[in-house]
């Protein structure tokens, strides 16, 4: 079965102000995400990939832009299932205010319960998605073969429930899991398990340095306090 190469979208505006993008449209990368974007084809040189989804929002159609451009013989492909999350009545809102609302207690200690008002279930949302990288997996060895390897953008909450998923994880413990904006997590599908050979890889160690607060959005780094940043946070 396939290797599966699973790339957040690059650090977006959204990401920086604070802010649960959600599927708020003209979300777009910032300065730094364009970066980060601009250097994953070098970062995936070495790989020979089947095919490249992604996610129909904006932000991770720009993350795959530079590597389209150099690779132009690589598939390109929407997928609807590994949208973000439909945050509902949170979306566009100021994670430091979420943060009050009552339901942000069960997000954090019993997401398998949560419905977000106007939204999706968290359930929902990881079913999908799976469902998606089951579809794909089985799509890209009929036509590549069972070692082939293949890419999708999406998002933090996403890529931590197929985390969750690949590890046989309960869904109320994926918040334990956490993924830097542009960072590549790879699963390796066997008909037996899938193997999770990379979580969050940047290549980069510097968010590891303690830094408090993230500047500018008065959201706790990922792991500060034991709270997880909803939707990835930046």
Known sequence: MPTLLLV?????????????????????????????????????APLPLAAAVHSPLERCRQTLAPLAQARPELPLHTEERINECDYGDWTGRKLAE??????????????????????????????????????????????????????????????KALVADALGMHLDLFQRVHVEPCSVTVIRYTPLRPFLLRLGDTGDLSSLAPRGEDAGTGVPQAGGGGTAAVGGGA
């Open 8 to 44: 957040r979208h690059g650090r977006s505006t959204a990401n920086t102000s604070g802010l649960l993008a959600g599927r708020t449209p003209g979300v777009h990368l910032d300065e730094h995400g364009t970066a980060q974007a601009a250097a994953l084809p070098g970062r995936l």
């Open 98 to 159: 979420l943060n009050d609302e009552p339901l942000m207690a069960a997000v954090q200690q019993h997401p398998s319960a949560v419905a977000f008002p106007g939204g999706e279930t968290m359930r929902g949302m990881q079913a999908r998605a799976v469902e998606a990288v089951r579809d794909w997996n089985e799509r890209i060895e009929k036509e590549h073969g069972a070692d082939a390897a293949y890419l999708m953008c999406s998002h933090g909450d996403v890529i």
